[in-house]
């Protein structure tokens, strides 16, 4: 069974910082991927980078980053610049592949609020 | 905009009413999926449909009934549901490739249910 462990229920950051939400995951799998979603108060997930497990350079989309450290199990995220847009909760995620179809699992989040 | 189009945005029921909620897709996935998702919670997986099948069911109370009419419409039928039932319902779908393939799942806005 897979796990996804975040363990930051809330941060805070300065408008223009950078900062990086945590995330560790277990698996046995030798192929997996993960996933960062955005989540805002109005409900949407919103997909925003995704690393795969036999990637060898981190991924990047804009200002986010992901700092994939695979012998440690963890895939966190940098967000750069950060933008009072950029206020909403952040689930880290794992796929696994099983039998034609793929199965998510998500970490419980953390919430991230940017302060003018 | 997300592509994943779920209707209605809002629902409220009575415990003996019965609803449909509606997911619509444009991306030619061939995966589509339910998740439930309780305040201040990650999301939590429902069903998956693969090429128009049901694939995972995650013994899911029978109050709750898929079904998918062709790859690109997902409907939730509700029936005799308990307050206990109200939350966040997220449509989603990706592409079915193989394991090493991204298969990003690409969510809607959700249903925000309450049931009286």
């Known amino acids: 069974a897979q796990k996804i462990t975040q363990t930051q229920p809330g941060m805070f950051v300065q408008e223009k910082e950078a900062v990086t939400l945590d995330c560790t995951y277990d698996t046995s799998d030798q192929s997996y991927g993960l996933f960062w979603y955005k989540q805002p108060s109005s409900g949407e997930m919103i997909f925003l980078i995704y690393?795969?497990?036999?990637?060898?350079q981190n991924a990047t989309e804009g200002r986010y980053s992901l700092n994939f450290q695979k012998a440690r199990k963890s895939a966190n995220l940098v967000i750069s610049a950060s933008q009072l847009g950029d206020s909403a909760m952040y689930f880290c995620a794992m796929r696994e592949v099983s039998g034609g179809y793929q199965k998510v699992t998500f970490g419980i989040g953390t919430k991230l609020q940017v302060i003018p | 905009d997300t592509e994943v189009t779920q209707t209605p945005k809002h629902l409220v029921m009575g415990m003996t009413n019965k609803k449909s909620l509606k997911c619509e897709q444009h991306m030619g996935h061939r995966a589509m999926y339910w998740y439930k998702q309780k305040a201040k919670k990650p999301p939590e997986l429902m069903f998956v449909?693969?090429?128009?099948?049901?694939?995972i069911n995650e013994s899911v109370p029978s109050r709750f009934s898929p079904e998918c009419p062709n790859s690109s419409l997902l409907n939730l039928h509700l029936h005799a549901l308990q307050p206990e039932d109200s939350a966040l319902y997220l449509c989603?779908?990706?592409?079915?490739?193989?394991?090493?393939?991204?298969?990003?799942?690409?969510f809607g806005a959700g249903t925000r249910l309450s049931v009286l």
């Open positions: 989603a779908s990706s592409q079915v490739e193989t394991r090493k393939a991204k298969n990003i799942q690409y």
């Open positions: 690393q795969g497990s036999y990637d060898e």
């Open positions: 449909y693969s090429y128009e099948k049901l694939s």
